[in-house]
């Protein structure tokens, strides 16, 4: 295991980072997983004064949502209500989070990052991620692939490293134009036609104070918020995207254009639990048999060497990349993704993470056993990627069936936002370290 942890302090200029995943391995057990952790303090600007939005209590399908009594641009006003959206998907009461509501203003927090990713007991690392620091804010990005060894992951946070600055700083008062217009640009230039990726990306603007978080798939990010009394609150800023959720399914509705075929697909799994895939699986004396892929015009999909192509079966509906999941030579997957609207509050514990993650932990359970007891701990990514294995682990043995026969890849991006001032007395001079970075890291420019 390779662990790497530094520290720096944003000043007013400062060069770009990127951190780009590790490239696949052989097969590793816990002991020899491969694992970075960094660890960087960035600083907002100075708390101005300004009013606050008032709560003011609307009935939203399950639970009772504010709207800001004066009234936000149009644009950030449909991320705020995809926000309140992500709370009614994971059935979330607006009115038990602490702090919820936004502030005209940035509020003045020093963020602590640490990155922690695993193979596990696959056996190739699909997952990417990246890290940047800007004037003017910071971007993370958790990038979960699949059906290739991650090239297109790494593809992709290539593409959001190197255009997202341009592009946002062109359109500043779009954010989600701008993730919008990434995630088609991106996926039109994927030429392979097996494999994809999920994305997860939050940029944190700090003139404006504001989180925006883009999802695209099943990767999914919180904010764990402290309340008065210290009990720890699990805020959703993703609505995750797969066939299990009915928008998605009258998209394949459409393609699918047969009632039967449709149904049988649609009450397939034994529970609304279970991971449903599409296209439907054509079983042939009880085994899955393969089937060619076509393109539109009905003619065989080839790869890039010239074979043909047989259709790739996924659990998520929006992805990028994924040319083989097709039905009768229709695609049906969508690069649309979600944008939601919040604030970081001193405090705060802003979390990242891949699938391998959410589909394994209970978050009631990781707060308990990982975040009370390691909350302000420069690793805390480390110790949540830890967390998430053990917990893949113990769903394999239930099952009694092989580590590697359900396990996935683990990927961690755990943001700290501590109040300005205050990052110091959490971190030991020791926790900067003077070792060079790993090869395999972009080489850092000077603070």
Known sequence: ???????????????????????????????????????????APEEPSGPKFRRTLTQLNITALPEPSDALPPSEMKLWQTFKKALIEHRVD??????????????????????????????????????????????????????????????????????????????????????????????KEIRQTRGGTTALVCF?????????????????????????????????????????????QARAERVIADPRIFEAWKNSGSSESEKKYFPPVHIANGIAKPIDCLNEDGTPMLDERGQPVF?????????????????????????????????????????????GVWDFVNRDALINDVLKPHWSQPGIAEKICDYALEAQRAVCKAAEVPDNYICDNVTVVAALALAKGAALSHLSPASASTQPLDSQINTRGAI
């Open 1 to 43: 295991m390779f662990v790497l942890t530094f520290l720096a302090r944003k000043e007013s200029i400062m060069s770009l980072r990127v951190v780009p995943s590790i490239e696949s391995s052989p097969l590793m057990d816990s002991s020899e997983k491969r694992k970075r952790n960094l660890s960087r303090l960035t600083q």
């Open 94 to 187: 607006f009115d038990a989070l602490p702090n919820a509501e936004l502030t005209r203003h940035a509020l003045p927090v020093e963020l602590q990052v640490s990155i922690s990713e695993a193979q596990g007991a696959r056996p190739a690392m699909e997952d990417a991620y990246l890290y940047l620091m800007l004037p003017y804010g910071d971007l993370f990005g958790i990038f979960d692939g699949h059906g290739d060894e991650g090239k297109i992951s790494r593809q992709a946070a290539q593409a959001f490293l190197k255009r997202f600055p341009l592009l946002y700083e062109a359109n500043r008062t779009d954010i989600r134009g701008v993730f919008t217009k990434l995630c088609e640009d991106i996926h």
């Open 204 to 248: 944190r603007d700090l003139i404006a104070g504001r989180l925006y978080t883009m999802t695209l798939g099943d990767s999914e990010a919180f904010i764990f918020r402290r309340d008065s009394s210290g009990n720890i609150h699990a805020i959703p800023l993703s609505r995750v995207r797969n066939w299990s959720h009915p928008k998605e």
């Open 311 to 355: 259709v790739a079966h996924l659990n998520v509906s929006r992805s990028l990349g994924d040319h083989a999941c097709r039905y009768n030579g229709k695609r049906v997957l969508s690069q649309k993704p979600h944008v939601s609207l919040t604030q970081l509050h001193p405090g705060d514990l802003l979390v990242l993470g891949c699938d």
